[in-house]
């Protein structure tokens, strides 16, 4: 049976979205979960980023813990990988020296608060986040720093979540943020998922269906 998942980024939802969102069978949202509300609360999975300053802060005090997405989520996602950012430390430190706390790593953090709390915890491996980077380099990537934790979990939904027949779709994406994120590259490599068919946009109906 064929399965509805949806992630849900961090920018503006559209008004009218939230049902849509709360329907879907498997809903993935990200750290804060700031577009909750406009874009639903139903989640299934988040996806965190375990190193730096946005791990310690959630895993720091109880107001993450204890939000309402927190709560119903049954799997915590780190999408950054111990290994990539260990690796990353030493060569950042010479090109971004004001980043000498990026590469902290809290996973053992969240291992212990998905253990204590009986969630799954699922680490994106090195693998996928080496398969991103070599990816990005046919979207005319411009010099960056790691490609955004919206990305990769896309990625590792559609290769390592999704099944034959599943319909994945995004919201709340858009590809703006942060300096150091690829994200003119990654908007192209969306774009390029959804022409493939591979995943669409809730947020951004077919053309055929625009004004």
Not at 79 to 86: G, N, Q, T, Y
Not at 179 to 202: M, S
Request: aromatic share 8%; with cysteine.
């Amino acid at each position: 049976m064929s399965r509805r998942i949806v992630i849900v980024g961090n920018g503006a939802i559209p008004q009218g979205l939230a049902a849509t969102i709360d329907a879907a069978d498997i809903v993935i949202r990200f750290n804060g979960c700031r577009s909750a509300g406009a874009g639903g609360m139903k989640t299934d999975i988040i996806a965190v980023c375990n190193t730096g300053r946005p791990a310690l802060d959630m895993l720091g005090g109880g107001r993450w813990k204890d939000s309402a997405t927190v709560r119903q989520a049954g799997e915590i996602w780190c999408v950054r990988s111990s290994e990539v950012f260990a690796a990353m430390r030493t060569p950042l430190a010479l090109s971004h020296p004001d980043l000498d706390d990026f590469c902290d790593d809290y996973t053992a953090g969240f291992e212990a608060f998905a253990a204590a709390t009986g969630r799954r915890l699922r680490v994106i491996p090195a693998a996928l986040h080496n398969a991103v980077d070599a990816g990005l380099a046919a979207f005319d990537a411009a010099p960056y720093v790691v490609p955004s934790s919206g990305l990769v979990a896309i990625e590792h939904a559609l290769e390592n979540l999704a099944e034959d027949g599943d319909r994945v779709s995004i919201a709340g994406f858009s590809h703006e943020g942060w300096q150091w994120h690829p994200f003119a590259a990654e908007r192209r490599w969306v774009d390029a998922l959804v022409t493939a068919g591979r995943l669409d946009r809730l947020d951004h109906p077919p053309a055929s269906r625009r004004s």
